[in-house]
């Protein structure tokens, strides 16, 4: 059998595991959320007669920027606003380079103002497993009285 067959009759193809709904939810939370630096140099002034707090922005990662080997470019509705600011965008930057689905959007706009007028939230989904993993008893004795869950088949 090869590997490639062998992960898919698990669910793991692609290195992502398939787990069934009834046994995770799916949760999004905020990872981010900061000034948009650049604006200056863009059309923010005419976008922010459209641009409206809650509007979904797009993240644009350029790996080949000439300043910023983690540069990540801001966009509405495909014209550039500015870039997440260099000193705080290398894990954004590692985790849209692994694949990982981030969402954006304008969390507060200032109209006029072109170099704190647009702040950004950054969510990404959290993989919540429905069943809770800590157990209660393990917060009132000793683990090794505890009720091992795992092994009684009671996990799932």
């Given at each position: 059998?090869?590997?490639?067959?062998?992960?898919?009759?698990?669910?793991?193809?692609?290195?992502?595991?398939?787990?069934?709904?009834?046994?995770?939810?799916?949760?999004?939370?905020?990872?981010?959320?900061?000034?948009?630096?650049?604006?200056?140099?863009?059309?923010?002034?005419?976008?922010?007669?459209?641009?409206?707090?809650?509007?979904?922005?797009?993240?644009?990662?350029?790996?080949?920027?000439?300043?910023?080997?983690?540069?990540?470019?801001?966009?509405?509705?495909?014209?550039?606003?500015?870039?997440?600011?260099?000193?705080?965008?290398?894990v954004l930057?590692?985790?849209?380079?692994?694949?990982?689905e981030l969402?954006?959007?304008?969390?507060?706009?200032?109209?006029?103002?072109?170099?704190?007028?647009?702040?950004?939230?950054?969510q990404a989904?959290?993989?919540?497993?429905?069943?809770?993993?800590?157990?209660?008893?393990?917060?009132?004795?000793?683990?090794?009285?505890?009720?091992?869950?795992?092994?009684?088949?009671?996990?799932?």
């Amino acid at each position: 059998m090869k590997r490639s067959d062998f992960l898919k009759t698990f669910g793991l193809a692609g290195g992502v595991l398939i787990l069934p709904r009834t046994l995770v939810t799916e949760q999004k939370i905020a990872i981010y959320h900061n000034y948009v630096r650049g604006l200056q140099f863009t059309d923010f002034l005419k976008l922010s007669t459209v641009l409206k707090e809650g509007d979904a922005l797009e993240l644009n990662r350029l790996p080949n920027h000439a300043h910023d080997s983690f540069a990540i470019q801001v966009m509405y509705q495909g014209q550039p606003l500015g870039y997440i600011a260099a000193y705080e965008n290398i894990v954004l930057a590692n985790m849209l380079d692994q694949g990982v689905e981030l969402f954006a959007f304008a969390a507060k706009i200032v109209k006029g103002d072109i170099y704190n007028g647009l702040s950004i939230e950054i969510q990404a989904k959290l993989i919540i497993p429905k069943t809770p993993i800590i157990q209660k008893d393990l917060l009132t004795q000793p683990a090794d009285n505890a009720v091992d869950r795992y092994r009684s088949n009671d996990f799932y």
